[in-house]
């Protein structure tokens, strides 16, 4: 193959070897999206988009009967890569209501925790989850919990998030019950 001028060399397309205002943003824009590769900077993403989600299960049992009491179902922890994002916490928790007492009812709430911090309480005046049957002809009562909230820890430091269950009464809460049943947590790292 014949050249006009010097035969180009054997190397790399470098920035410095191409003349300002050559490429422009008129060319780019008319790139096929098929065209680009890569990865687009997790600081440089669109507001809204995902730039990391985190896993995590547990199927360690554990289990209180004293009222007012907060038990760990589940637990991760993630490293925002920048301090607008916003993380999307969504757990779901195996759980059952023992009666140990007299009781007629059993009630209980989760809630979230952010490096130790209550985000999420249950409510001040009742709990989310229960029943009341009326009489004291139960014996237990077992259902999956679900919680989500949207957090904004604007940090780029490791956060950890933890589900709790509370207890409403003296009657046992138990959670991930003999370890066949597990808690689970999502994190997403959501661009602000």
Do not use: H
């Not at 490791?158 to 689970?184: C, P, W």
């Amino acid at each position: 193959m014949g050249y006009l001028g010097t035969k180009p060399a054997n190397s790399p397309l470098t920035s410095e070897l191409i003349p300002n205002s050559i490429i422009t943003n008129a060319k780019i824009n008319d790139v096929a999206a098929t065209k680009l590769t890569g990865q687009v900077a997790d600081a440089n993403a669109p507001s809204g988009s995902v730039i990391q989600v985190v896993n995590a299960f547990n199927n360690t049992p554990a289990t209180t009967s004293t009222a007012g009491a907060a038990i760990t179902c589940v637990s991760a922890s993630i490293t925002p890569s920048s301090s607008s994002s916003n993380i999307l916490i969504i757990a779901r928790v195996p759980t059952k209501l023992l009666r140990s007492t007299s009781a007629t009812a059993a009630w209980m709430s989760i809630r979230i925790t952010r490096n130790g911090s209550v985000i999420n309480p249950q409510p001040s005046d009742w709990y989310e989850n229960g029943i009341n049957f009326g009489d004291t002809n139960w014996s237990d009562f077992r259902f999956v919990t679900f919680i989500q909230s949207l957090d904004s820890p604007s940090t780029t430091s490791s956060v950890s998030y933890v589900i709790q269950a509370l207890n409403y009464n003296t009657n046992q809460l138990v959670v991930n019950e003999d370890g066949i049943y597990r808690s689970s947590i999502t994190l997403m790292e959501i661009a602000g």
